[in-house]
């Protein structure tokens, strides 16, 4: 059964930084695009920040400049650093995936479980 485990969530004041953690687990072949996504009470979720296997990344508006996006393929890993966070940034962060879990296989969607982020005034 593949997973996407995320880690690195939790309260901090503005201005401050946190280090999300993606890590997948289970069979797979290959990722493709990875993403992380967030969702505020009252709010449709959006894409904060994305990258492809060959690395290309692209970010919202709101968190350009201040996050950064990456992957480490041989771990299955993908990480979000997010400086200067501003109350705004407070959400539900999920991680997404495009995961191959067997040669041929088609590419297949897969989330995580979510993990809160909160930043104080």
């Known amino acids: 059964q593949l997973q996407l485990v995320e880690s690195g969530g939790g309260l901090v004041q503005a201005g401050g930084s946190l280090r999300l953690s993606c890590a997948g687990s289970?069979?797979?072949?290959?990722?493709?695009?990875m993403g992380w996504y967030r969702q505020a009470p009252g709010k449709q979720r959006e894409l904060v920040a994305g990258i492809t296997g060959g690395g290309s990344t692209n970010y919202a508006d709101s968190v350009k400049g201040r996050f950064t996006i990456s992957r480490d393929n041989a771990k299955n890993t993908m990480y979000l650093q997010m400086n200067s966070l501003k109350p705004e940034d407070t959400a539900v962060y999920y991680c997404n995936a495009e995961v191959m879990t067997r040669t041929w296989s088609p590419y297949r969607d897969y989330w995580g479980q979510g993990t809160q982020v909160t930043v104080s005034s």
């Open positions: 289970g069979t797979i072949f290959r990722i493709n695009f």
